[in-house]
């Protein structure tokens, strides 16, 4: 099977309503690890990682799998900052990917109740999705979206308005879906976070990518005066 890796976007910008989102990127995605994009809001974030999955177009340049778009579709997965759940049980929401994709009901519903396990809401597989807490309604989110076993997920600030603890069990799962191979690309303004989880880091502001490289390098010895203001903690203007 082709892998879909490496993305490569070459001369990608967006622009909407006359506002230059993103100024001409250039870039390639490959092979494992986590991708933090870094950057404070309004800095393109979301932008980048909507065109680079294939939800927006590019004004100009194009963004280029090494598979075919329509499998590159099937490979890839999203999680947004608010989950979008079905008026459905928990269990249901989960089987749900499967069953779209052709799986049979027993199957489906056995490998959700395993996510379900995993993501330590065994016992709420009846629940109502919209019943559950702001946290779990983000797994059950993130277990969806993992539950086809998906090349590369792309992650829009997951942990964004959740409590520590949800925070913690997220990031625990991202750790382990990281050591199985999957490529994971995070959108996030949260510095700890992007320390705790980062291989490499992409740091956008004003709609570019000023830094990109090791997490180590760039937190260590950031080379632009907005990345070093940023980590600094200072409002980044
Ligand atoms: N359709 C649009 N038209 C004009 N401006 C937009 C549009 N969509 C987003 N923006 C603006 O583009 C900038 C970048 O947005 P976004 O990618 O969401 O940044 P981030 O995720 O880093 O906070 C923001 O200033 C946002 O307000
Ligand atoms: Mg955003």
């Known amino acids: 099977m082709v892998s ?3 993305i490569t976007a070459r001369g ?6 006359g506002k230059t989102l993103l100024a001409p990127l250039d870039l390639e995605l490959s092979g494992g690890g986590l991708t933090i994009v870094l950057g404070p809001n309004g800095a393109g974030k979301s932008t980048l990682l909507r065109v680079l999955h294939g939800l927006e177009r590019p004004s ?4 280029r799998y090494a598979c075919a778009r329509a499998e590159a579709f099937k490979r890839q997965a999203f999680v947004f900052q608010a989950p979008i759940m079905l008026r459905r049980t928990a269990l249901a929401n989960l089987a749900y990917p499967l069953r779209v994709h052709g799986q049979g009901r027993a199957e489906a519903e056995k490998q959700a109740l395993t996510w379900l396990e995993t993501i330590g809401l065994g016992e709420h597989g009846q629940i109502r999705a919209s019943r559950l807490s702001g946290g779990e309604r983000q797994k059950l989110a993130l277990a969806r979206a993992l539950i086809r076993k998906p090349e590369l997920l792309f992650l829009d600030e997951p942990c964004a308005n959740l409590d520590g603890q949800s925070i913690r069990d997220i990031e625990a799962i991202l750790q382990d879906v990281r050591a199985s191979g999957t490529r994971l690309v995070m959108a996030t303004h949260d510095l700890g976070q992007a320390r705790r989880l980062a291989d490499d880091v992409l740091f956008l502001h004003g709609g570019r990518v ?5 997490a180590d390098a760039f937190f260590n010895a950031p080379q632009t005066p907005q990345a070093k203001a940023f980590l600094q903690g200072d409002l980044v203007i």
């Open 4 to 6: 879909l890796l490496p």
């Open 12 to 17: 990608v910008n967006v622009i909407r309503n």
């Open 60 to 63: 100009e340049g194009r963004v």
């Open 210 to 214: 000023l830094e990109q490289g090791a």
